[in-house]
T-cell receptor
């Protein structure tokens, strides 16, 4: 039972264009969402997050949009650069649960930015 | 500023052998997480600790897996006996939990385990 789904295993875009990565979730209790980027042979690195009280969060070239009614979030990268080529994971949390937060991850989308 | 440190980075062992993976969290962090990544199941949480106490081990696949956190700067994940289906990349992550939610977990580089 996958609570966080990234339905596109891969995405290829041209340098300078916009990359849009999508994520859907099923658990309406999730209230905090994160995107991680992962290069080969490295651990995932935190990229950007959004709280459920917001519908948009921006950090430089990266913007995350949240549509709670649709249980959908997306990561926009503008403009895309070859160095952005990596696997992107969407993660969701139900918030503080007696100690810390458990993150539920999607299976990732491999982004390739072509020069 | 050191991030999460994991050792070994690679481990090749034979079925039936004991495997111990090690993790040093970021200094000052009070939560530690062990994940396993496979092609089939993606990134799944095995167990996590808060203030050195195991909070949720529901992701541990079976009794062959055990994890300890004897102090705030060290944790181990042990598999005994190991089986070929345990082959995966194991990640350790840490965070600072103030009880208010919305924490960010920071990951180590992972241990790539191959059980023959």
């Amino acid at each position: 039972d996958q609570q966080v789904k990234q339905n596109s295993p891969s995405l290829s875009v041209q340098e300078g264009r916009i990359s849009i990565l999508n994520c859907d979730y099923t658990n309406s209790m999730f209230d905090y969402f994160l995107w991680y980027k992962k290069y080969p042979a490295e651990g995932p690195t935190f990229l950007i997050s959004i709280s459920s009280i917001k519908d948009k969060n921006e950090d430089g070239r990266f913007t995350v949009f949240l549509n709670k009614s649709a249980k959908h979030l997306s990561l926009h990268i503008v403009p895309s650069q070859p160095g952005d080529s990596a696997v992107y994971f969407c993660a969701a949390s139900r918030g503080y649960q007696g100690g810390s937060e458990k993150l539920v991850f999607g299976k990732g989308t491999k982004l390739t930015v072509n020069p | 500023d050191a991030g999460v440190i994991q050792s070994p980075r690679h481990e090749v062992t034979e079925m039936g052998q004991e495997v111990t993976l090690r993790c040093k969290p970021i200094s000052g962090h009070n939560s530690l997480f062990w994940y396993r990544q496979t092609m089939m199941r993606g990134l799944e949480l095995l167990i996590y600790f808060n203030n050195n106490v195991p909070i949720d081990d529901s992701g541990m696949p079976e009794d062959r897996f055990s994890a300890k956190m004897p102090n705030a700067s060290f944790s181990t994940l042990k598999i005994q006996p190991s089986e070929p289906r345990d082959s995966a990349v194991y990640f350790c992550a840490s965070s600072f939990s103030a009880g208010a939610g919305q924490e960010t977990q920071y990951f180590g580089p992972g241990t790539r385990l191959l059980v023959l």
